[in-house]
C-alpha cells in the first residue's frame, strides 16, 4: 500500500493530514505512533476507505483504493476500530461470521470454506468455547479477541487495528500484542496499528512511524526513534532514555 501526498481536512482550511507520504512495508508490523489529535486515527479511516482524502491518492496493488468494489476491497484489507459498537444480542460466532460476507453472493449461505475459515479465526483468537455467548455479556479483552476474530475471518492480507488494547488491563495488552505477532507470524499478514505505549510500540513492531500535526517525521527501526530528539518531539515534551537492567525506558527529563 502506498500513500502519496495525501491530505485531509474536517473543516475548510484546517489540515489535519498535510501531504502524506508512505509506503507500507508488506508483511511488517508496522505501528504509529505520536501525540493524540496528531491524525492517526484519521489516517488509518482514510486508508479503510471510511473517508475520501481531500487531496492525494492511496494505492493498493497501483490501483487507487476508491477504485476498488467494496466487496474486493473488504478481502484486500480488514480493520478493526478502536471502538466497536455491537448491536443488540449478538452472539460471537455469528458476529465472527460477518467477517465471511465480502465471499457471499446475495442470498448464498456459508460454504464449508467459510465455515473452516471462522473455525480458524476464532481458534487463533482462542474464542471458541465463547462461540454462544452474547458480545455484550464479555470482559473488555474477550471483546477485543471477537473483533479481531471477525476481521481475521475475512482473510485479508492487511489488517488495521486502532489502539487495540486501550481499556484492557496490562495483562489483557499483553495477550492481544503477542496474538497481533502470531497472525502477523502465522499468516504473513501486514499489520498498521496504532498504539499509544512507547515502550510496546518498540517490542511488538518492525518498523514505527512517527507522526506530527499530520505530517510523518520518523518512519524506521522501532529502536531508532528512542532517540529522545524524535520521542520529545512526537510527543512535545522533553524525554530521555535511561538504562536499567539492560533495558532502555522512556521518562519525563525533569522527574
Ligand atoms: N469528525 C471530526 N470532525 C472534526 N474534527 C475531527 C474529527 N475527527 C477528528 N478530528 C480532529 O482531527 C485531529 C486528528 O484526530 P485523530 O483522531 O486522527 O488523531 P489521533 O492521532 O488518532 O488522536 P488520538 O491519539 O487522540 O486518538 C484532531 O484535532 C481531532 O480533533
Redesign the pocket.
Known sequence: MEIKNLSYA??KGHL?LNKLNLKVTPGAITTLM??????????L?IMSRQMKPSRGRVLLHGKDIFSYPPKDYARELGIVH?QNRIIGDLKVKDYVSYGRNPYLKPLQKYSAEDREEIERAMEMTGITELGQREIRTLSGGQKQRVFIAMALAQCSDILLL??PTTYLDIKYQLEILRLVKKINEERNTTIVM?L?DIMQAINYSHEVIG?YH?KIVYQGDPKEVLNSRVISKLYDTELELIEVGGASIVKPKED
Request: neutral net charge.
Open positions: 474536517y473543516t489535519i505520536g501525540a493524540n489529535g496528531s491524525g492517526k486515527s484519521t489516517l479511516k478502536q486502532d489502539e496504532v499509544h507522526m499530520g
